[in-house]
């Protein structure tokens, strides 16, 4: 995990190095004060030289203020490589995550997600941050200030070092009980952060279903429990400061105490004595320093976990060593193909889908919800693999392509689809951005779309909130399909991206598309038997399994799903002929 770690310390590096040489020339100048206030109450004060108290104040001065510069500079660098550090773990992070598969994503929530990234990200900065100063600091400063002191006196030194091994106990306990807190205080703020998405993505359907309340009493909830766990912890390492000044004071009180003896005996002097007490001091706040670093690695460890969980996450959508960098036509063949979310082959929501789809042509797919129609279209462009069979577009098996050139050819209009905030334009541009204006009105006539943005206060420089929340359903589909149009794709899917259109305008686009864009094959999955009668072929699905292929006339008269549907939209009065 650690190497893992320091590898994205990358070109922080150098600064990471700096900071411990200030620091060890600020701990060699705080060493050395000590010692100047030794000679300057032996030398200048007891004996009332005011020469000597000059000579040593001024070199008990210069060496304060090196001492603080040396101290700004290694808090510089210590800031700078830390927050790179976190700079390169998040942009790592995303990366890894731009690069998950949909089943990497479905494993896990993009709540916590978020908080890897963000919360996780910053703990690991801030332990880096305290190791760069006060890990490298305190064993040095401990070190030096041990020497000095037991060259001093040994004795006495001895005396109050037999705090520490009780002060080392205290800390173990200490952090022994902060751990688990911690670790579970970061996976509810993953909850924190789920309800918060949560409530302000659906804040439309919240107010309608009047449930305020019940979802405030859920933040509650989950914020109680990280307030009573993190305040449990940080209690529990509240302890860390009190139980350091307590071992200082007492340390203070035991030299004391043994050292007025030694200086009445005529075996140490003033001066001596006052410096012991400062180099005691020194070592305890070492001590109490390194505590700090061994707490604030405890906080950050449950992050760091988490970091390198996601990290090591490897995409199961593996690029071909030797991809195939074109896609020769869109043709479309499935062969015995089979797929589960679980990679389970013995729980396939899909099995022995066999059809093939040449380029150019129009099919249709019915089906119940939740028969899989949109999982058999995901597996063309490689949202997903197949767990048994083959997918082949152009003739070639989809995993040998490389898969931003499959990807590039096959534009998805999911049911689920979203808008970023930026213009219309800007939107539209995600499909090509090398589009013209005039290619960005043509497609936008195909979708229907032109007539409505026109009628926009700004056009096409009219501004999408952000998931498109100021457009209407019919409009935002019709965007979206406007936007895939744009990519000149060698396979368009539509999954029900005409939901919530009129069935008119819904076949105003089924015939622009067919008569403008006749290479492209196009898959329509839809509700409405309207908006696939008119197609090539028809696909029934039912429960993973194709049921029957044919036209709509055909399937009407052999086909009882359909028949159903066909008749259940019939009785309705849902059929709009165009
Ligand atoms: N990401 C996922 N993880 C696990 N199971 C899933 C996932 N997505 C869909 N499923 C399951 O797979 C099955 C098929 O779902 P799919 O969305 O393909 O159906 P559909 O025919 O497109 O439905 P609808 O018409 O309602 O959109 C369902 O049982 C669904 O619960």
Redesign the pocket.
């Given at each position: 995990m650690i190497k893992k770690l320091a590898n994205l310390i990358g070109e922080y590096k150098k600064d990471s190095l700096i900071t411990p040489i200030f620091m060890v020339l600020e701990v060699i100048m705080e060493v050395i004060i000590p010692l100047l206030m030794a000679f300057l109450i032996d030398y200048g004060i007891n004996p009332g030289e005011m020469n000597m108290i000059l000579i040593i104040g001024s070199a008990l001065f210069f060496s304060a203020l090196i001492s603080l510069l040396f101290g700004v500079l290694a808090g510089h660098y210590a800031a700078k490589a830390s927050s790179g550090f976190g700079k390169n773990v998040r942009k790592q992070l995303f990366y890894n995550v731009q690069n998950f598969s949909?089943s990497n994503i479905?494993k896990y929530s993009t709540a916590s997600l978020i908080t890897r990234m963000t919360t996780d990200v910053t703990n690991v900065q801030n332990a880096y941050q305290m190791i760069l100063r006060a890990a490298i600091r305190a064993p040095i400063m401990l070190l030096f200030s041990l020497i000095m002191a037991f060259s001093i006196n040994a004795r006495l030194s001895l005396v109050f070092l037999t705090i520490v091994p009780v002060l080392g106990l205290g800390l173990y306990f200490i952090i022994k009980k902060a751990h688990p807190l911690f670790k579970r205080v970061f996976k509810t703020y993953d909850k924190l952060n789920s309800v918060v998405q949560e409530n302000l993505r659906g804040i439309r359907v919240i107010k309608s279903f009047v449930r305020d309340q019940e979802e405030t009493k859920k933040f509650h909830q989950v914020s109680k429990s990280i307030f009573k766990d993190f305040s449990t912890a940080e209690k529990i390492l509240a302890f860390n400061a009190p139980l350091m000044q307590f071992a200082i004071y007492t340390s203070i009180l035991l030299i004391s105490w043994f050292g007025a003896q030694f200086i009445v005996s005529d075996t140490m002097t003033t001066g001596e004595l006052v410096s012991l007490i400062s180099y005691a001091a020194q070592i305890l706040m070492s001590l109490m320093m390194a505590s700090m670093v061994f707490v604030m690695i405890t906080i950050s460890r449950a992050s760091a976990e988490r970091i390198v969980e996601s990290l090591d996450e490897q995409t199961d959508l593996h690029n071909n060593d030797d991809p195939i960098l074109e896609v020769a036509s869109g043709d479309i063949t499935f062969e015995n193909v089979g797929f589960s979310?679980?990679h389970d082959k013995n729980n396939l929501?899909l099995e022995n889908i066999n059809f093939s789809i040449k380029q150019g042509e129009t099919v249709g797919i019915i089906?119940?919800?939740?028969?899989?129609?949109?999982?058999?279209v995901q597996l063309i462009p490689r949202l997903y693999d197949t767990t048994v069979g083959t997918v082949k577009v152009g003739g070639v098996d989809v995993r040998n392509y490389d898969l931003h050139t499959l990807r590039d050819q096959v534009a998805v209009v999911l049911?689920k689809n979203v808008l970023f905030s930026g213009t219309i334009k800007e939107n539209l541009r995600w499909g090509n951005k090398d589009a013209t204006d005039e290619e960005l009105i043509r497609v936008c006539k195909l979708a229907q779309a032109h007539d409505f943005i026109m009628e926009m206060p700004d056009g096409y420089d009219t501004h999408i909130e952000q998931g498109g929340s100021n457009v209407s359903g019919g409009q935002k589909q019709r965007l979206t399909i406007a936007r895939a149009l744009l990519k000149r794709p060698k396979i368009l899917i539509f999954?029900?991206s005409t939901s919530a259109v009129d069935t008119k305008t819904d076949a105003y686009i089924r015939e622009a598309i067919r008569t403008e864009i006749p290479e492209t094959t196009k898959i329509i999955?839809a509700?409405r038997v309207t908006s696939v009668m008119d197609a090539d072929k028809i696909m029934v699905?039912d429960n993973?399994n194709i049921q029957a292929i044919g036209t709509h006339d055909s399937l009407l008269t052999s086909n009882a799903i359909y028949q159903e549907v066909y008749q259940s939209q019939q009785v309705g009065g849902i059929v709009d002929a165009i």
């Open positions: 949909f479905d979310y679980q929501v089906g119940g919800t939740g028969s899989s129609k949109t999982t058999l049911q999954d029900d999955i509700q699905i993973g």
